[in-house]
C-alpha cells in the first residue's frame, strides 16, 4: 500500500466534506497496523485543537495558583512565614513572639536601660523632657559602636521601677536583639529616700551629718538598690548574651562642697556593691561614672543650674567611659559599617558632621511624662503614628513616671496573632506599684490604620482582642487601667500584596486548589490527545487502543 505523506494527509483532512468521514490512511512500514479513525471518535485536526487547548488550560492553572501567592514587602514577612518562625523559635516556647531572622540578623542593636540620665534629661533637643535626647550618652556610644539605638531610660525612675518594666512584651523584646546593653541605674533610689526623710534640708540648714537613723535608712536602701540591680541583671541574662555596660553612680556636687563630702562614702559604698554584682555575672563590665566624674562636677553636671544631670560634655564623658570599658575588656560590639546611627524605630540619625546645616533626622521609639493626680493631656510621635494620652482628675494615687514605648510595622513581623499583620506596637510602662483609680485614654492616627483594623492587648502568654477598642480609618482609640502592651493588626488576606486573586477576589487556599484542578485537568486532556493520536481507536477490539 502506498505511504500516504503528511502534506497530502492535511489536504484531505482541510477538503473533508464531514467529521464524520474517514480522513486517511497511514501505513507506518511492514510492521505497523493500519490506523483508522472514524467519524464520532474525532479527526487529527480536532485532537490536535483539543491537545492545544489542554495545555493552555494547565498553564493558565498554573500562573493562576502562582498569581495568588502572597508576596511580602520588604521587611515584612508573610503570614505563614512568621509564624513558622514564631513556632520554631525559644522565645515561643517561653510564651514570647519571636521576631523575623531579618529582624534579629539585623545590625547590631544598643539598648540603653536607666532612668534620666540615660534619657538625657534637660538637654536642649529633649522636646520638654519628653523624648530621649540625641546627645545623652547611649546615642554617642551607639554613633560610635555603629549600632541602632533604643533608649529606654525615664526620668525618675529606680531600680524597682527598671525591674517590673523588663516584664513588659517591648522590653524583652528589643533586649533579645541587643548586641550591647547599657545600664545606669540606682541613684533616684537614693535620691528618693533623701527627699522623703528631708536629708537635703537638714544639710543645707548647716548640719553636714547624717543622723545615725538616716544612715541606716540609705544603707538598708543601698542594698535594696543592689538587689534589684541584681535581679535586672539576672532578667537580662535571661534574654540575651550580649555584653553588658554596667555604670557606676557619680558624684554631682563639686569636690570639697559640704555636700560632696556627705554623698561620697554613700556613693563609694553603692559602687562597691555594684562592681562585686557585676563580678558575678558572665559578660558584665563595669564603667566607672564616679572615677571620669570626679574632679570635673562643675563641668560634667549642671550644678550650676541647680539641676544634678549631666551636661552635654559630661554626657560625652559617660560614652567615653563605656567605651573605655568595653576596649580594655576586649569586647567587640561595632554593628553595621554604614556613616549613621539608627534609632529602635527605624529612622536614621546623622553624625554630628553630617547633620551640620540640615538637623538631625530623628524619631523616637519611647514619650515620658510626668502624670499628677490632676490629670491632663500629652500628645507626640510614636512608631509611625501621632499618639495623644487622655487622663482624668483622680486617675492616680500619685504622682507618676510614665513612658510610651512604640514598635513599628518594620519590626512586628512575627508578633502578630495567626491571619493578621502588625501595624504598630505600643507599651505603656509605669512605676512599680503604680495605683490607678480610672482609666487612661489613648488614642493612635495614621493613614496605615484601616476601618477593619484590630486591637490586641499581650495577657502574659499570648495575645486577647480588645474588643471595647473604638476602630475607625485611621484612628484607633483604647482605654487603659494600668501598664499594658497593645498591638494594632489588620487582616494579613487584604492587607498582602497578592493574598486574593485579581480574577476571582477568592482567597489564596481557594484559589490554589482552584489551579490546582485546572493543572489536573489539562494535564489528563493533554494525555488522552497524545494516546489517541499515537494509538487510535480500533472498533474490533473494544475500548483499548490498538497502537504499539
Not at 115 to 136: C, E, H, V
Not at 475 to 492: C, F, H, I, K
Request: with cysteine; hydrophobic share 45%.
Amino acid at each position: 500500500m502506498k505511504r500516504t505523506s503528511p502534506r497530502s494527509l492535511v489536504q484531505a483532512t482541510l477538503s473533508a466534506p464531514a467529521w464524520t468521514r474517514v480522513l486517511t490512511k497511514v501505513r507506518r512500514g511492514a510492521s505497523r497496523r493500519s490506523l483508522q479513525v472514524k467519524g464520532r471518535k474525532g479527526s487529527l485536526l480536532r485532537r490536535t485543537v483539543v491537545g492545544c487547548l489542554a495545555a493552555a488550560w494547565a498553564s493558565a492553572g498554573v500562573a493562576w495558583a502562582a498569581t495568588d501567592l502572597p508576596k511580602a514587602k520588604a521587611g515584612e514577612a508573610s503570614v505563614d512565614d512568621s509564624q513558622a518562625v514564631a513556632a520554631a523559635s525559644p522565645a515561643a516556647k517561653a510564651g514570647m513572639p519571636a521576631l523575623s531572622h531579618s529582624q534579629t540578623a539585623a545590625a547590631g542593636l544598643l539598648v540603653a536601660l536607666g532612668d534620666s540620665i540615660t534619657f538625657g534629661y534637660n538637654l536642649p533637643d529633649t522636646d520638654g523632657n519628653r523624648k530621649p535626647s540625641l546627645q545623652a550618652f547611649p546615642a554617642l556610644l551607639g554613633e560610635r559602636e555603629r549600632l541602632r539605638v533604643a533608649n529606654l531610660g525615664v526620668p525618675g525612675w529606680t531600680s524597682a521601677d527598671l525591674q517590673a518594666a523588663l516584664g513588659h512584651l517591648a522590653t524583652g523584646q528589643l533586649l533579645r536583639q541587643a548586641r550591647l546593653v547599657t545600664l545606669d541605674i540606682g541613684s533616684n533610689d537614693l535620691l528618693r529616700l533623701a527627699e522623703q526623710q528631708g536629708i537635703q534640708v537638714a544639710v543645707g540648714g548647716g548640719s553636714g551629718q547624717l543622723t545615725a537613723a538616716q544612715q541606716q535608712q540609705l544603707t538598708q536602701a543601698v542594698q535594696q538598690m543592689t538587689r534589684n540591680v541584681a535581679a535586672i541583671l539576672t532578667g537580662v541574662r535571661e534574654l540575651t548574651a550580649a555584653p553588658v555596660l554596667l555604670y557606676t553612680l557619680y558624684n554631682p556636687f563639686p569636690t570639697g562642697s559640704a555636700l560632696h563630702d556627705l554623698t561620697e562614702p554613700l556613693e563609694q559604698s553603692a559602687n562597691a556593691a555594684l562592681k562585686q554584682l557585676a563580678a558575678t555575672f558572665p559578660n558584665v563590665v563595669v564603667a566607672d561614672a564616679h572615677a571620669a566624674f570626679a574632679g570635673h562636677e562643675t563641668e560634667d553636671v549642671r550644678v550650676a543650674a541647680g539641676d544634678i544631670h549631666p551636661t552635654v560634655a559630661g554626657q560625652a564623658v559617660l560614652a567615653q567611659a563605656g567605651a573605655a570599658a568595653l576596649a580594655a575588656a576586649g569586647l567587640q560590639v561595632t554593628g553595621r559599617t554604614g556613616t549613621g546611627q539608627e534609632t529602635a524605630a527605624g529612622s536614621t540619625q546623622k553624625t554630628a558632621g553630617e547633620a551640620a546645616g540640615q538637623g538631625v533626622e530623628a524619631a523616637t521609639s519611647m514619650l515620658a511624662w510626668t502624670a499628677g493626680q490632676a490629670g491632663g493631656s500629652w500628645r507626640g510621635a510614636l512608631a509611625g503614628l501621632e499618639v495623644a494620652a487622655q487622663a482624668p482628675a483622680g486617675w492616680l494615687g500619685q504622682t507618676q513616671e510614665l513612658a510610651l514605648l512604640g514598635q513599628p510595622a518594620g519590626l512586628l513581623a512575627g508578633w502578630a496573632p495567626r491571619g493578621t499583620v502588625g501595624l504598630a506596637e505600643v507599651s505603656v510602662l509605669a512605676m512599680a506599684g503604680s495605683s490607678w483609680h480610672k482609666p487612661l485614654t489613648l488614642t493612635l492616627t495614621g493613614p496605615q490604620i484601616p476601618a477593619h483594623a484590630g486591637v490586641y492587648v499581650w495577657a502574659g502568654n499570648a495575645w486577647q482582642p480588645l474588643p471595647s477598642a473604638n476602630v475607625s480609618a485611621g484612628r484607633v482609640q483604647v482605654e487603659v487601667t494600668g501598664p499594658a502592651d497593645l498591638l494594632v493588626v489588620r487582616p494579613s488576606t487584604s492587607s498582602l500584596a497578592g493574598a486574593t486573586s485579581p480574577v476571582t477576589g477568592l482567597p489564596l487556599l481557594r484559589n490554589s486548589l482552584l489551579g490546582a484542578g485546572l493543572v489536573a485537568v489539562g494535564g489528563s486532556l493533554c494525555l488522552l490527545a497524545r494516546r489517541r493520536a499515537g494509538g487510535g481507536w480500533d472498533r474490533s477490539q473494544g475500548t483499548g487502543c490498538s497502537g504499539r
